[in-house]
């Protein structure tokens, strides 16, 4: 097989680019954590009302409980691990980081 050709990387524009991604990390980090607050805000007026619905002007805000059925894997393997072990899966991912 052919090993692929590969351009030189220019070191310059990586770098910007890392400085330029770790700066909007940054950003959506203080903006996640104003929104958090604001949600918090808008949740504990919701609760101190017992509002599970709140309507103003063109906008409704739900916050109500949601279920959901889940499979319990941990028991499921301590119990009956040749079930488990015939349905589990392995998923592969890339995972992206820079520290």
Request: hydrophobic letters at 35%.
């Amino acid at each position: 097989m052919a090993k692929a050709k590969t351009k030189k990387i220019n070191h310059k524009e990586m770098l910007e680019k890392i400085r330029a991604y770790k700066s909007l990390q940054s950003s959506k980090k203080a903006i996640e954590d104003e929104l958090e607050q604001c949600k918090n805000a808008i949740v504990d007026v919701m609760t101190a009302h017992d509002l599970d619905e709140y309507e103003v002007d063109v906008f409704k805000v739900t916050y109500k409980d949601v279920s959901r059925a889940a499979i319990d894997s941990k028991r499921l393997h301590s119990e009956r691990p040749d079930i488990y072990d015939k349905y589990l899966t392995e998923l592969v991912s890339k995972r992206f980081n820079i520290a």
